[in-house]
Each structure stands twice: as C-alpha cells, then as structure tokens.
C-alpha cells in the first residue's frame, strides 16, 4: 500500500521568510496529493492541492510542486505570516473522488518567529 | 472549500455510557464519508469509510461493533463510540469527499471518557 514520508516534523523560521515541507510517496499509483493544514484543536483545512499532469501549482503565498519520477512533492509558503503557524500534513491518493483512502504523512509543525 | 460540521465539538461521559457524533455536508452532497482518529501530535489514522446507503467499510484493527456508523443520507454520517471507555478518549473528525473538488474535513469532536 501506499506509504508517506514527511519532513521536517518541525521548522521554525523567521516571519517573512519562506517554508519548505517535503514529502515523499511510494506508489506510483497516487495521482491526487492534497495539503492540509491543522490548527489546534481544529481539523485539517485543505490549503491547496495538486494532480499528477501538472508539475507546479500556486496560490498566492503557497505553492506545490511534483517530481512524480522521483515520487517527492513538497509546499512552499513565501512571506511567512504569524498565522501560518500550525500542523501542515501532506497526503497522497489514486483519485481525487470517489471511495479511494488519502494516506496523510505524520506532518510538519511549523512555527513562525516574529 | 467545501463546509462540513460536526457535532458536537465536545463531550464528556462515563465510562460504559455510548455517544454518537454527527457529520454532515453543509452545501454538497458526500456518497462517501470518512472517519478519523486522532492522537495528540500525530497524524490522522483513518478508521473506516462511510458510504451512504450501504454497510461501512473497517480499517484493520478498528472494532466494527464498538464504532457504529450510519450513513443515512448524503450528507450525514454518524459514528456511535459504543461502552466508552477511558482510552478511547481522542479526537475524532469526519470528512467529506466531493469529486470535483476533493475532500473537506470537520472540525472534529474531542471525546474525553471518565
């Protein structure tokens, strides 16, 4: 089955610098791989999301990337906010819909300094 | 994105007593919903996946009778923690999967058993 690594499980950086989370997967199947990010005591808010034939996604601040060779995908947060401090998960799936399980990485607390 | 609620956000019982906890589609409809478990400071381990109008489907390990659920509708699904008792005291949250534009999640249920 499908298998995600995760790293950093912490970063702590500068406000208004950027933040990288890297992620790995295992199965070459997964072609849906959402982010998600987890305020305490919330649960997980889907931040931005990115499908197999595209190489690179952004939304303002945050961007994802895929190596789908290397099987790596990773998100970037530019010009970090105090408000970006929280549990971002990344996560892997065949489908974006239907019944198909995500599998989530063990996650990344990330901490923004002022 | 897509809004999903749960409820309720917290509940405290006696050990041996059963609690059911509602999610629900706000403004789609969901043929298929999840429900997680989640310890503090880890990631989220899925338990099973609701599909309306027909049986759930159990992760390996997750007591089928112990965690009932029913997907009456399309957009509600209820999980019923049945005899609770003290370690099964965690934070629950449900998810909803919406084809198009992927899968939203509740703002989680904090059941602490005494």
């Known amino acids: 089955g499908e298998n995600v690594e995760q790293h950093p499980s912490t970063l702590s950086v500068q406000e208004g610098d950027s933040a990288v989370i890297k992620c790995t997967y295992s199965?070459?199947?997964?072609?849906?791989f959402p982010w998600y990010k987890q305020e305490l005591g919330k649960g997980p808010q889907l931040i931005i999301d990115?499908?197999?034939?595209?190489g690179e996604k952004k939304d303002q601040r945050i961007a994802v990337t895929l190596n789908k060779t290397a099987k790596h995908f990773s998100l970037h947060i530019t010009e970090t906010q105090p408000e970006d401090s929280a549990v971002y998960f990344c996560?892997?799936?065949?489908?974006?819909?239907?019944?198909?399980?995500?599998?989530f990485g063990s996650g990344t607390r990330l901490s923004i300094r002022p | 994105g897509a809004v999903v609620s749960q409820h309720p956000s917290r509940v405290i019982c006696k050990s041996g007593t059963s609690v059911k906890i509602e999610c629900r589609s706000l403004?789609?409809?969901?043929?298929?919903m999840f429900w997680y478990r989640q310890f503090p400071k880890q990631s989220l381990m899925l338990m099973a996946t609701?599909?309306?109008?027909?049986?759930?489907?159990?992760e390996q390990g997750v007591e089928k009778d112990k965690f009932l659920i029913n997907h009456a509708s399309l957009t509600l699904s209820t999980l019923t923690v049945t005899s609770a008792h003290p370690e099964d005291s965690s934070f629950y949250i449900c998810?909803?999967?919406?084809?198009?534009?992927?899968?939203?999640f509740g703002p989680g249920t904090r059941l602490t058993v005494l």
């Open positions: 998810s909803a999967r919406e084809d198009v534009r992927g899968e939203f």
């Open positions: 199965d070459s199947a997964s072609n849906y």
């Open positions: 990115i499908r197999s034939n595209v």
């Open positions: 996560a892997a799936s065949p489908y974006k819909g239907g019944a198909s399980k995500i599998i």
């Open positions: 403004d789609f409809q969901a043929t298929t």
């Open positions: 609701s599909n309306e109008g027909s049986k759930a489907t159990y």
